[in-house]
Structures are given as C-alpha cells and as structure tokens.
Nanobody, 122 residues
Framework: QVQLVESGGGLVQAGGSLRLSCAASGGIFGINFMCWYGQAPGTQRELVAGIISGGSTSYADSVKGRFTISRDNAKNTVYLQMNSLKPEDTAVYYC????????????????WGQGTQVTVSS
C-alpha cells in the first residue's frame, strides 16, 4: 500500500521561508508527475506547483519566483521550497503523486498526502 507522508509546515512571519517535504513509500514501481496543491479556508484545492519525472516544472502565477519545486527520485520525495511568504499563502498544502503501484500494469494512480498546514502571519 502506497503512503505519502508530508512534513515541514508551520507558522512563519511574512517574508519568511518554509520547506515542505512529501515522501512516498510502499509498493512503488515508478513515479511520474509530482505536485503540490494548496487549499485555503473556504476555497477549492488549487495546483501550486508540479514537476515531471524529467525535471520540468510548472507554477501557479501567484507563486512564480517565490516557490521552487524539486524532487529526489532515489528517495521518492518531492519538495516545495517556499520563500518570501505572504499571508495569502496561508493554506493546507497537499502533495499529489502519480504512482505505478503494480508490476503487472503501466497504469499510474494518483495518491494524496495527508496535508500540512502553512500559516503566514502579517
């Protein structure tokens, strides 16, 4: 059974930095797309940043130049470096990873982390 474990959230002042981590473990035969979503209170979950297996990245306009997504394929881990944080970045952040979880198929299944709270005070 594949599990995603997130860490790194917390409370930080505006202008500060945090680094989120999401480690996948279990029956993993391959990982493709890895990404981070953010969900502020009363809003829908929105894509913040994504990275494919080859390393190409994409970002929401609101975080470009401030957030950096990266991955360590050997550790099945994705990171989100969050710099110059703003109060409007306050949200629960979820990682989402496409995992090939069986050796008998090349189908990739999306898994979610449990979420980690990021709170930015003004």
């Amino acid at each position: 059974q594949v599990q995603l474990v997130e860490s790194g959230g917390g409370l930080v002042q505006a202008g500060g930095s945090l680094r989120l981590s999401c480690a996948a473990s279990g029956g993993i035969f391959g990982i493709n797309f890895m990404c981070w979503y953010g969900q502020a209170p009363g809003t829908q979950r929105e894509l913040v940043a994504g990275i494919i297996s080859g390393g190409s990245t994409s970002y929401a306009d609101s975080v470009k130049g401030r957030f950096t997504i990266s991955r360590d394929n050997a550790k099945n881990t994705v990171y989100l470096q969050m710099n110059s944080l703003k109060p409007e970045d306050t949200a629960v952040y979820y990682c989402n990873v496409d995992v090939r979880d069986t050796s008998s198929s090349y189908f990739y299944r999306a898994y979610w982390g449990q979420g980690t709270q990021v709170t930015v005070s003004s």
